[in-house]
Nanobody, 124 residues
């Protein structure tokens, strides 16, 4: 497993932007595909975006397309989620996850590692 620590959450007004970071340690970061999930109160956790170990493949949920960008810096062992034009419905706890399999991230089950999450609150 890798140890994942998210940061960058906070309170932002609708239309604003935030950049989330997820720092990884403990195992070879380059071996892992990375993903960002989110879970709002009373709702199921959902995959927002994922990126393969070499950044050659990216996935975005319909709600994230055109507004969010996932990227990674393998030299810094960090994955980012840049969020623009935020909406109140983007309010959630955002979790970073890692797995050797990009397909497993897409499925969202049985993943190798999870972070503790960072809260994003978008006010209207």
């Amino acid at each position: 497993q890798v140890h994942l620590v998210e940061s960058g959450g906070g309170l932002v007004q609708a239309g604003g932007s935030l950049r989330l970071s997820c720092a990884a340690s403990g195992r070879t970061f380059n071996n892992y595909a990375m993903g960002w999930f989110r879970q709002a109160p009373g709702k199921e956790r959902q995959l927002v975006a994922a990126i393969s170990w070499g950044s050659t493949t990216r996935y975005y949920s319909d709600s994230a397309k055109e507004r969010f960008t996932i990227s990674r810096d393998n030299a810094e062992n960090t994955v980012y989620l840049e969020m623009y034009s935020l909406l109140p419905e983007d309010t959630s706890v955002y979790y970073c996850a890692a797995d050797p399999s990009f397909s497993a991230l897409r499925r969202g089950n049985g993943l190798d590692s999870w972070g503790e999450g960072t809260l994003v609150t978008v006010s209207s």
